[in-house]
């Protein structure tokens, strides 16, 4: 099953269609879904070190600083805020930007291993006649279990060994491989027709 939706956004057809990203500006499909992923934990990672940094620097800046800390929790974050302003606002930027992140990464990851749909699914599965009605929401026909869901996400590879299915449908969601695979079967039919003629006309 060949699942195209034409971005209203990108202006184009997207197998497996999952988003459109403004922050990547480009469509999220089966081509670089994983690399989204990728990008959404690298980018979780290097707010987290930012974070550690700021921390490390604020609370080395303030062993040199001469001021006394006061017991109300407020006047200690407005002396740590003050040590260094630029360092406390790029903090913050990524304490802010870590919460947006973790809160897609983790709807992202709900989506991919326990639900086995994309986001366009799931917000339209009510218009989707292949999906099932299943509680408050809809079951997706492409749901294999979590373990298989994952699998066949990254597409693992191990030792030439490939953890996938081949059937699933998305290995042959390329138009180039598509388009080849149907020419050579139309173009095998009318051979196999020809010889079951010739067989036919020689008796």
């Known amino acids: 099953m060949f699942v195209y939706i ?3 956004y990108g202006y ?13 500006s ?32 604020l609370n080395m800046a303030n062993q040199f600083n001469e001021q006394t800390f006061h017991y109300n929790i407020f006047y ?11 360092v406390s606002w790029i903090m ?11 809160m897609l990464l983790g709807c992202q990851t709900y989506q991919i291993v326990w639900l086995g749909m994309t986001t ?18 809809y079951k997706s026909p492409y749901n294999r279990g979590k373990c298989q ?10 030792l030439r060994f490939r953890f996938l299915n081949e059937k699933v449908w998305f290995n042959y969601c390329d138009f180039q491989v598509f388009t080849e695979i ?17 067989k036919h006309t020689q008796h």
């Open 120 to 137: 366009n699914e799931r917000i339209n599965a009510a218009r989707y006649e292949h999906f099932i009605p299943h509680g408050k929401g």
């Open 182 to 198: 149907e020419l050579n079967f139309s173009a095998v039919k009318p051979e196999s027709h020809n010889k079951q003629t010739t």
């Open 26 to 57: 480009n469509c999220i499909g089966i081509s670089n879904h994983r690399h989204f992923i990728g990008y959404l934990i690298a980018l979780l990672v290097a707010c987290g070190f930012i974070v550690f940094g700021s921390i490390r620097y």
């Open 76 to 86: 200690v974050i407005w002396e740590v805020l003050i040590l260094d302003s630029w």
């Open 149 to 158: 869901n994952l699998l066949d996400f990254i597409q693992c590879h191990c």
């Open 92 to 102: 913050i930027n990524a304490i802010l930007h870590s919460i947006w992140v973790s």
């Open 6 to 8: 034409y971005c209203l």
């Open 12 to 24: 184009r057809c997207i197998a497996k269609f999952d988003h459109h990203c403004p922050w990547v």
